[in-house]
């Protein structure tokens, strides 16, 4: 009974140390359990698209007027473009000092055939943000399309006369408030649901990972310790100075979505306890929660940047290729393209690393290196992809001369 009483960001915390106990010592047990994760991923996967679409429109209208929104957006491209590349700097910067792929045995690749045939080019990514067919794009979960329908619907609710203006806002923001509703009632089982999706891992990836070469190794903690640097040191520096946020406050508010973007490998699934945390813990208004963070769910992936840029390079380095400064200089670029194009959905990273191998004449089968340890990255570097997107919206509100609870 004491257990229930433990908040609720501890019961999440131990349900992740029992699974991986639990995955790693019963794995005959895992199918017992393993319907508990997808449970509660169906269940947040079931409310992103209205819950993205509502929120949009609602922010979009709350701003106003198209200056509101000019201002709000540019901002947060501004916050977006600026974090993901000082992430992907960071990466570079310790993939040239270590060289975790010189000297790599390529016997170890694995098969990519459909992983590669999934990769679409960047020119494909920008045109299919306008989607040909609005309901089509929710149905397939495509949300690039679903926020730029969403966006200007919201700006033109605006233009319309007073009664459609309030009837429709009412509306939309009558549908939000629901969806948060819903949002709080599943959070509730967070704890049951990770404890499934976390064990269903351990089991399935426990033998890959205890046969990894050293090298691979060196390559995940070189991944690992650029991705610490950017969160634990860049941006609580940026939070603290640009922001004028406590980090450390922010992030004790964080920790349930940051645990949950751990366990599941997805920012799109995490978003609506993202939401629910910045709002509420960290009391950023819900004009800039709803506009900035459906938006940075999908675009702002500093974790996935710089993750993007330390696999390329260490494909190069296995495969002895030696790039130039220039060509350095386009992986940073691809890189960020890249991460601004992935899904916020498990594995979208990897599938992306083909347009920087492409862009730049590199074996594509060098994604079938780093394959077996995708899995352990993907869980830390969407952690850090969502805790970029809350602390853009805890800055952005301070520039907005909100107080938040979270404000020097
Ligand atoms: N899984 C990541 C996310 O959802 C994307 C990636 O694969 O890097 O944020």
């Not at 209208?61 to 473009?81: A, D, E, F, Q, V």
């Not at 949002?183 to 269903?200: D, E, M, N």
């Amino acid at each position: 009974m004491k257990l229930l009483k433990l908040k609720l960001h501890w019961q999440i915390l131990i349900a992740l140390i029992l699974a991986v106990f639990f995955g790693y010592y019963i794995p005959s047990g895992v199918p017992y359990v393993a319907w508990m994760g997808e449970i509660f991923l169906r269940a947040l996967t079931m409310i992103i698209i209205p819950l993205i679409l509502s929120s949009i429109i609602t922010g979009v209208t709350s701003m106003g007027s198209g200056k509101n929104l000019g201002r709000l957006g540019g901002k947060t491209i501004i916050y977006y473009i600026s974090t993901s590349t000082l992430a992907i700097v960071t990466g570079l910067f310790l993939v040239n000092i270590i060289k975790p792929g010189i000297g790599v045995e390529l016997g170890f690749s694995q098969e990519v055939e459909g992983l590669v045939e999934k990769a679409s080019s960047v020119k494909e990514i920008l045109t299919r943000i306008i989607p040909e067919n609005i309901v089509e794009a929710m149905a397939e979960g495509n949300i690039l399309s679903v926020i730029f329908f969403a966006i200007l619907f919201g700006v033109f609710i605006t233009r319309v006369k007073d009664k459609y203006k309030e009837n429709l806002t009412t509306f939309f923001e009558s549908v939000f408030e629901v969806m948060m509703k819903i949002t709080l009632f599943i959070i509730k089982f967070t704890p049951y649901g990770i404890f499934g999706i976390v064990a269903k891992e351990v089991a399935r990836n426990a033998d890959q990972l205890s046969n990894i070469a050293g090298s691979m190794l060196i390559y995940m903690l070189t991944v690992f310790a650029a991705l610490m640097i950017h969160a634990l040191i860049t941006l609580p520096l940026i939070t603290r100075f640009v922001g004028r946020v406590n980090p450390l406050k922010h992030f004790k508010n964080m920790i349930t979505p940051l645990i949950t973007a751990f366990s599941t490998s997805s920012s799109s699934a995490t978003l609506p306890l993202t939401m629910e945390a910045v709002e509420h813990k960290s009391g950023v208004s819900n004009k800039v929660t709803s506009f900035t963070l459906p938006l940075g769910a999908t675009i702002n992936m500093d974790g996935t940047a710089l993750y993007e840029c330390v696999a390329a390079m260490f494909i190069a380095q296995a495969y002895g290729i030696d790039l130039s400064v220039g060509e350095q200089a386009l992986v940073v670029l691809t890189a960020l393209l890249a991460s601004i194009g992935a899904a916020g959905i498990p594995m979208a990273g990897l599938v992306m690393i083909t347009v920087i191998l492409t862009a730049l004449n590199l074996p594509l089968e060098g994604v079938g290196l780093i394959l077996a340890v995708d899995r352990i990255l993907d869980m830390t570097r969407t952690s850090i992809n969502v805790w970029s997107d809350s602390c853009g919206a805890a800055i952005i509100a301070r520039s907005e001369k909100e107080k938040t609870n979270v404000g020097l």
